[in-house]
């Protein structure tokens, strides 16, 4: 019902407005009663409120509007003269008709009065007389008098059914003939007596005079204003920005408090302003969305094919200077998507689709701007023949053919005199469409980007901008000079320092930024100037998107985000694809709007080359240092645990039946032999594990040994960077606590807690009998130290630990070891320098090293071979480590021994 | 905020229209104005209560004039014969539903059956290996999932949405007083997610179709049966029915019966046409023809006999 009461207000409001004309008008005519203009104006006010009413099914208020038409028709044609009596009758209906209108907005329904009925007969009578009048004077044949009521039909010639017809208008001839009654009795006098009958129709008060039909006040609630009125406003709003713009920096210069607030109070009021301005300016989508049923209906039909319609989001809202742009376009869009997409219903049936095609118009807002979609469930485009198509217009070689990708094909559409179709057809045109699309899209600051899939269907998506005039920018500089960059282009800033430097990667010809993992290419904007560029020290990094994707613009300084007012640039520079326009900026000097989508073209970025970046940094991110993957689980469901998942040899499930309890033991029968179980609220303060039909088996193998801890549920297993907070929980057996998926997760500490269950578990490979190596462990995260510290004391070493290796230099300075283990990334001092410095070290000169990293590659193991590091191992592979460690010990002291 | 009805009347997202009822009744009563309640509130409490009473008022086709519009709306068409809609006869439409899962790819909106691509985090082995001397350890790639190559292609039935436009279909009556070219419409709610324009495309049934506004049974007869002007059979909205050509009746001219066509939106009805059509057979048996012969030259005469006399 909401759609009709819609439509209801705009007739509403437009009956006001006429409404409100026509009593103007009425009063003229009563001073200049056979002005022609006047009566046709009139005339046809009424005749559409006629209309409109018919449509509504507003019966009373149609048959109304169609008396009081007949009569000025009379009127007009200068069959009789507009004489105060019958332009007090016109005026009684014009009453009547607010009344009614009054109602319509109160109720949405036409009164049910009496009176109204009463009037009409009056005014229907009154007609008949003016149409008498009319005949009377002038030369008109009797048959031709217009007696028909609004909703006669024309009759048909054939006898028989014209016996019928008159059958079936019978009734309306019984009105006619009762209308006649009154109207044969009266005469002259008659009617002048009969006329102040004054009928009381709506709720609304009356006057209580003579011959006064209802009054109602009809309040206004919307005014036309002319478009370039609007117009005007907004240019001026654009001004009024720009001066807005100025004063609040020269505000910012004299800082006087006074000064401040009232720029302030300026400042607010015209953003406002403006804001309120553009708002007149904008219309729903749907008026040009509501045009395509009809399109849509008609091309279908005459293509002989099958399509729902469906639209969304016609409400959203648009400039309105951008929706007159975009209607041809569009038009282009759905006419091809029903052309050239949707299959005639036996080739959808063939390959297995519904007869009925399916288009959809959508329209929605995305981050300050409107995306169009023009969607179809068609053959999609076949980037094939595309190719085929370009060969043969001699758009590309076949050789360039060959190398194309996908993309690239596609956006062979839209060169100049493409067309995919194999025959031309009246719907389509003759290829003159999609690159006139693109233009018109992208002359609005829009772009456009077509998806398909062939055999499936295809997307077209445009992105335009609500506005045009005003937009809010982002003001860089490069060599001196401003630039505005539009601010829905814009994604983030990065600073650039010898830190961050760090994150940009050369592959190819091109640079690439690592941005949370993802490669961004990026260029220098001195470059694309073609300016010379002095090196600096600071730079900023503008991360924009130019819709099809991300890239980087390297510019010297970011200055400040701005609301700028877009000013076209001359002809003469039409042709440069890297500016959209030019501003003034605060200080009254120009700046120069960048053109994102321009730049993004001109770099000639290959989607291929990014997404190899791409690809290469997420290998990159894999060998990063850090990250960790790890096992969460649960004992009972309200604890989360992580241990490092490499630790585990294996993950199983076994039923509870299996679970045994031997000789003070629980052991399970695993693949032929006893395992040993460890239940974890053993040896750690924790809820207990729940009694489940099924556990799931945690198993750790040490040798020929085996041991599992007993778990309810294995949460997951990611890859993370562990930020362990070992502070919280100073337990036995955890190595400390951090969020992991929203949830506090303890990190357990395997090789303790399997200690504590069976100290001699794991095999002791000391060397030395005396005395227990002493090892120095210098690892500056937490987690690997206590972890690591804990699987070499289990081995039974000695431990003493560093967290970096300024802290383990001086440790070695103070007390004695028999070898070094370390890290290689540490603050303060890494490994490789630790590792030189002990070498420097006459005293040291024979500590053995072991440097332990998270993945080993070929290179660090030859720098660290050079710092003087014996032995290079991958931290968490515990056995491994152990045995090149008692190796290591080995070779060194059998050698000095 | 959106305008939630259900919030408002203060009632859960499923609740029956019996629910809705008395939601509305007893907190109509506490914030009426007469009883000093906010206006505001009271009305936002009218409004919500009509649209749950739309929506779950049951789906009705209603004849819609003018051009479709509204914010979402589906334009889609009828296929019904000339007796459906004269009759106001229950058909079945489709109208679209909820979004169901992607069947083909199951969601993923990557499409299984096309090319795949060696997943370059675990090199194509699905899974990342962690080895030592004495045990391999094996974890899940987290990238692939275990498959070791990544789909390339996105899904071609759901184009990478993962979903599908759901349809679901409803029993529903023709509006009384419809005709060809029509626009229904079914308000949102009634039936489905969205209001749903259906263009009325009507299809003869059997000898009956409507030639303009007018429903019209043609009969094809032969040409003596016509010049004889004998009974004829004909097809009603009631079934066939023997009519008697009137002695005066010609070729082109119509019968007409009175109240027995479609119906019209006030429950009424308009009048049935009757077309006759005259076939000539082209050839006839040698003995056909010469009786045909005889009887023309003996009209003939006496036609002279009746002008000349």
């Not at chain 1, 105060?84 to 209108?101: F, G, R, S």
């Not at chain 2, 009218?46 to 749950?52: A, D, V």
């Not at chain 2, 058909?91 to 691509?117: E, W």
Request: with cysteine; aromatic share 6%; charged share 30%.
């Amino acid at each position: 019902m909401g759609f009709e009461e819609d439509v209801l207000k705009d007739f509403i409001t437009e009956a006001k407005e006429n409404l409100e004309r026509l009593d103007e008008e009425f009063v003229e005519l009563e001073q200049r009663p056979e002005d022609k203009e006047l009566l046709s104006s009139i005339f046809r006010t009424i005749h559409t409120i006629k209309g409109t009413a018919g449509f509504f099914g507003f019966k009373t208020l149609e048959a109304i509007a169609h008396f009081a038409e007949d009569i000025l028709s009379k009127l007009r044609d200068g069959l009789v003269v507009a004489d105060e009596e019958t332009i007090d009758m016109l005026l009684k209906a014009v009453d009547y008709i607010k009344a009614i209108i009054a109602a319509l907005e109160e109720t949405g329904k036409e009164p049910v009065d009496d009176t109204y009925l009463d009037f009409l007969v009056d005014l229907r009578n009154f007609a008949e007389k003016v149409a008498k009048r009319a005949e009377g004077g002038g030369a008109e044949a009797k048959e031709a008098s217009p007696k028909e009521a609004p909703a006669a039909e024309a009759s048909q010639a054939s006898s028989p059914e014209e016996k019928k017809e008159e059958k079936g208008t019978e009734t309306k001839e019984e009105a006619q003939a009762k209308a006649e009654a009154p109207r044969e009795e009266s005469s002259k006098t008659e009617e002048k007596t009969s006329k102040p009958e004054v009928p009381k129709p709506a709720a609304s008060a009356p006057k209580k005079e003579d011959k006064s039909p209802p009054q109602v006040h009809l309040t206004e609630t919307h005014v036309r204003v002319d478009v370039k009125l609007l117009d005007q406003l907004m240019n001026l709003a654009g001004e009024l920005v720009l001066s807005r713009n100025r004063l609040v920096q020269i505000a910012s210069r004299i800082s006087d408090a006074e000064l401040q607030n009232a720029t302030q109070n300026l400042s607010l009021v015209t953003t406002e302003l403006q804001e309120k301005i553009m708002k007149t300016r904008m219309q729903p989508i749907g008026n040009v969305f509501n045009k395509f049923p009809r399109i849509v209906r008609d091309l279908a039909r005459s293509t002989g094919k099958k399509v729902n319609l469906r639209i969304e989001g016609a409400d959203t809202e648009l400039d309105r200077s951008i929706i007159d742009a975009i209607k041809d376009p569009l038009t282009h869009l759905v006419r091809n998507s029903i052309d050239h997409g949707i299959e005639d219903p036996d080739t959808r049936v063939q390959v297995g689709k519904p007869p009925v095609g399916t288009l959809v118009l959508r329209a929605y807002h995305e981050g300050g701007q409107v995306v169009i979609e023009i969607e179809d469930d068609g053959r999609g485009i076949d980037v094939r023949k595309i190719k085929q198509k370009a060969i043969e217009k001699g758009l590309i070689t076949p050789a360039e053919a060959e190398s194309m990708s996908d993309r690239e094909a596609l956006a062979l559409i839209f060169r100049p005199g493409f067309s995919t179709a194999q025959k031309v057809t009246n719907i389509s045109g003759r290829g003159v469409g999609m690159d006139v699309v693109k233009t018109n899209v992208e002359k609005l600051g829009g772009s456009i980007d077509i998806q398909t899939v062939l055999g499936a269907g295809t997307t077209v998506r445009l992105k335009i901008p609500l506005t045009l005039a005003i937009i809010p920018a982002l003001v860089v500089t490069c060599e001196g000079q401003r630039y505005a960059i539009p601010q829905v282009s814009l994604r983030e800033l990065v600073g650039l320092s010898p830190e961050t430097r760090k994150n940009i990667h050369q592959i190819g010809d091109s640079e690439f930024f690592r941005l949370r993992g993802e490669m961004v290419p990026i260029v220098r904007l001195a470059k694309i100037l073609g300016v010379e560029a002095q090196p600096r020290e600071n730079e900023s990094l503008v991360i924009l998107n130019s819709g099809a994707m991300d890239f980087g613009l390297v510019v010297d300084e970011i200055w400040d985000s701005e609301e700028i007012v877009v000013k076209p640039l001359g002809k003469h520079f039409k042709d440069i694809s890297i500016f959209a326009g030019a501003t003034i900026m605060g200080d009254g000097k120009m700046a120069l709007i960048l053109d994102v989508v321009g730049i993004s073209r001109k770099i000639g970025l290959k989607v291929e080359d990014v997404d190899r970046a791409k690809e290469e940094g997420a290998q990159a991110a894999y060998g990063e240092e850090e990250q960790q993957f790890i096992l969460l689980f649960n004992v009972s469901p309200e604890e989360q645990f992580a241990i490092p998942l490499a630790l585990v040899a294996r993950l199983d499930k076994i039923k509870a039946d299996k679970l045994e309890f031997v000789g003070g033991k629980e052991i399970v029968q695993y693949r032929g032999r006893s395992m040993p179980i460890i239940r974890l609220e053993n040896f750690l303060p924790i809820q207990p594990l729940p009694e489940q039909e099924e556990y799931h088996l945690l198993v750790f193998a040490e040798g020929e040994n085996e041991v599992a801890f007993l778990v309810s549920r294995i949460v997951d297993s990611i890859q993370t960077h562990v930020k362990l907070d070992e502070r919280l929980y100073q337990i036995e057996g955890v190595l400390g606590s951090a969020i992991v998926k929203d949830k506090t997760t303890l990190f357990l500490d395997v090789y303790k807690i399997i200690e504590m269950h069976d100290p001699n578990f794991f095999v002791k490979i000391v060397p030395q009998e005396e005395r227990p190596y002493r090892v120095l462990l210098a690892e500056d995260s937490p987690f690997f130290r206590q972890m690591i510290a804990n699987y070499l004391v289990a081995a039974g070493y000695e431990v003493e630990t560093a967290a970096d290796g300024l802290e383990a230099w001086e440790k070695l300075q103070k007390e004695s070891f028999d070898v070094l283990v370390t890290d290689i990334e540490m603050p303060r001092m890494n490994g490789l320098e630790l590792a030189k410095k002990i070498r420097a070290e006459e005293r040291l000169a024979d500590l053995p090293i072991m440097a332990l990293t998270s993945l080993a590659g070929e290179e660090d193991r030859r720098r660290g071979l050079e710092a003087g590091i014996d032995e290079y191992q991958v931290k968490l592979e515990r056995a491994k480590v152990l045995e090149a460690l008692a190796n290591l010990l080995n070779r060194k002291y059998a050698k000095a021994a | 905020m959106k305008f939630d009805p259900y919030r408002i009347l203060g009632i859960s997202p499923g609740a029956d229209i019996e629910e809705i009822r008395r939601a509305f009744r007893e907190k109509a009563r506490r914030f009426h104005p007469d009883r000093g309640g906010q206006k505001e509130l009271f009305l936002a409490l009218k409004r919500s209560y009509e649209i749950l009473q739309a929506r779950h008022a049951p789906a009705r086709l209603e004849i819609f004039k003018g051009r479709p519009q509204g914010d979402h709306y589906v334009l889609s068409f009828l296929d019904v014969t000339a007796r459906e809609v004269a009759v106001g006869a229950a058909v079945t439409v489709v109208i679209p539903d909820k979004p169901v899962p992607c069947p083909h790819c199951g969601g993923s909106g990557q499409n299984p059956a096309g090319p795949k691509r060696r997943c370059l985090f675990c090199e194509g082995e699905g899974v990342i290996e962690f080895s030592g001397p004495e045990r391999r350890l094996c974890i899940v790639c987290p990238r692939c999932g275990g498959k070791g190559e990544i789909l390339v292609d996105i899904c071609p039935k759901c184009r990478g949405k993962g979903e599908l436009a759901g349809e679901k279909e409803l029993e529903l009556s023709l509006p009384l007083g419809a005709r060809p070219g029509d626009i229904l419409y079914l308000p949102p709610g009634a039936g489905g997610e969205v209001a749903v324009f259906f263009e009325l495309q009507v299809h003869p049934s059997g000898c009956l179709n409507f030639e303009g506004e007018r429903l019209v049974s043609r009969v094809l007869i032969p040409f003596w049966r016509f010049a004889l002007r004998e009974k004829v059979t004909v097809e009603t909205l009631e079934g066939p029915e023997d009519l008697d050509l009137p002695a005066d009746f010609q070729p082109g001219q119509s019968l007409v019966l009175s109240r027995r066509g479609p119906w019209r939106a006030d429950g009424s009805r308009e009048d049935l046409y009757v077309k006759i059509d005259v076939f000539f057979p082209s050839d006839f048996s040698p003995k056909a023809r010469n009786k045909l012969k005889e009887l023309a030259e003996f009209l003939e005469k006496e036609e002279k006999d009746a002008s000349t006399g």
